[in-house]
Structures are given as structure tokens and as C-alpha cells.
């Protein structure tokens, strides 16, 4: 069965710095990949994916994340971070059959 | 156009109760997926449903069951509710179809909080 980890449960940046947020998966022979925000009370909101070609992926509001196979990772990234960024990020991998194995998320949180 | 939609988007049960929570897929999409999310961690793939069949079951025991109506919308049934059953409940919609793996793409609803006390 396929999984991911989420490296950092909790990441705290000032406004306008950049952020990494780590995710890694297990190998597979196939893998899709996806990043998903969850603002307060809300549902989940996908960001990206990644299923094939160019190893890096750019998504909504100013994100994006490099596959990177050898190191079995899937980082998520932004050059400058707004207090609206202030979310919970869950790293997915897709199993089969509508089936979306997530990671326990990491918190982000914004600074002035 | 309407995105994925969730009734109720709250409530509150005490132990051994039973609870209904509905979900409307977005307009043309035929796979509903019902996804259980404990304070502090990511969503748990409880069950998948296209074109009216379940395709897929997450490790749930029996008292978790699901169903899918002829408009595509869905049910999720849960029997004798334990206070480890509080959680946000997450539906999520897709075009569905075999061929597509992982192109398609799952949109979530608000979700349902249930409390159990």
C-alpha cells in the first residue's frame, strides 16, 4: 500500500519569507501525487498534482512542488508567504479506485 | 455552477445513536467518495461508490455503511455511535471511470462535523 509522511506536523514563517513543507512517499512503480489546503472549517482544496511529465508542478495561489523520485519526495514550496497562506497542508498519494491515502498535515502558520 | 454539497454541516449524537450525513456530487460527476477526519490528522478513506456500486472500502468496521442513489448523490449510514466516531466527515466528488486513475480529480465538500457525546 502506498503512503506518504509529512516531515513537519507544525511550520511557523514571517509574511513575504519563502516555505518548504516537506511530504514524502513510499516508492512505487506509479505514483500520483497531490497537495491539498484546508482552510479553517472548510473542505479540502487541491493545490496541484503531480501524475507525469515535468518533475516540477505549479498550482494555485503561487505554489508549487518538485517530484523528486530518487529521494521519494514531493516538497511543496512558495517564494513569498501572505497571512492568507495560514492553512493546513495534507500531502496525498492516490491508491486506486478514488482511494487518496493522506499524510497528517502540517500547519502553517503566518507571522506578521 | 454548485460545487460539492453537505447536509448537515453540523451534529450532535450521543453513544449508540445513529447518524445519516448526505452528500450531492457536483453536476455530471458519478463517484462519491466519504472520507472520516479526526481532529489533528489527515483524511481516512472510508468508502468509494460509482454508479450506484461500492468500488472501494476503507478499514471501517461494519457499522459504517454507504449508498449511492440514481442522481448520484449519497448516504453515509453510521450504527451505535462510539465517541471515537467525532470527526469531520469530508465528501468528495469526481467524474469517475477507470481509465483516468489518478487525472481525476476528487473536489471535497465542507464536510459534516459530528459530535458524540
Known amino acids: 500500500a502506498q503512503s506518504v509522511t509529512q516531515l513537519d506536523s507544525q511550520v511557523p514563517v514571517f509574511e513575504e519569507a519563502p516555505v518548504e513543507l516537506r511530504c514524502n512517499y513510499s516508492?512505487?512503480?506509479?505514483?500520483?501525487l497531490f497537495w491539498y489546503v484546508q482552510y479553517p472549517n472548510q473542505g479540502l482544496q487541491l493545490l496541484l498534482k503531480?501524475?507525469?511529465?515535468?518533475?516540477l508542478v505549479k498550482g494555485i495561489n503561487g505554489f508549487e512542488a518538485e517530484f523528486n523520485k530518487s529521494q521519494t519526495s514531493f516538497h511543496l514550496r512558495k517564494p513569498s508567504v501572505h497571512i492568507s497562506d495560514t492553512a493546513e497542508y495534507f500531502c496525498?498519494?492516490?491508491?486506486?479506485?478514488?482511494?487518496?491515502?493522506f499524510g497528517q498535515g502540517t500547519r502553517l502558520t503566518i507571522n506578521p | 455552477d454548485a460545487g460539492v454539497t453537505q447536509s448537515p454541516t453540523h451534529l450532535i449524537k450521543t453513544r449508540g445513536q445513529h447518524v445519516t450525513l448526505r452528500c450531492s456530487p457536483i453536476?455530471?460527476?458519478?463517484?462519491v467518495s466519504w472520507y472520516q477526519q479526526v481532529l489533528g490528522q489527515g483524511p481516512q478513506f472510508i468508502f468509494q461508490?460509482?454508479?450506484?456500486?461500492?468500488?472501494g472500502r476503507g478499514n471501517f468496521p461494519d457499522r459504517f455503511s454507504a449508498r449511492q442513489f440514481p442522481n448520484y448523490s449519497s448516504e453515509l449510514n453510521v450504527n451505535a455511535l462510539l465517541l471515537g466516531d467525532s470527526a469531520l466527515y469530508l465528501c468528495?466528488?469526481?467524474?469517475?471511470?477507470?481509465?483516468?486513475?489518478?487525472?481525476?480529480?476528487?473536489?471535497f465538500g465542507p464536510g459534516t462535523r459530528l459530535t458524540v457525546l
Open positions: 461508490y460509482y454508479e450506484k456500486e461500492e468500488r
Open positions: 468528495a466528488s469526481s467524474l469517475g471511470g477507470r481509465t483516468l486513475r489518478g487525472r481525476n480529480e476528487q473536489f
Open positions: 453536476s455530471g460527476h458519478k463517484s
Open positions: 503531480y501524475l507525469s511529465g515535468s518533475t
Open positions: 516508492s512505487s512503480v506509479s505514483v500520483y
Open positions: 496525498a498519494v492516490y491508491q486506486g479506485a478514488q482511494k487518496l491515502v
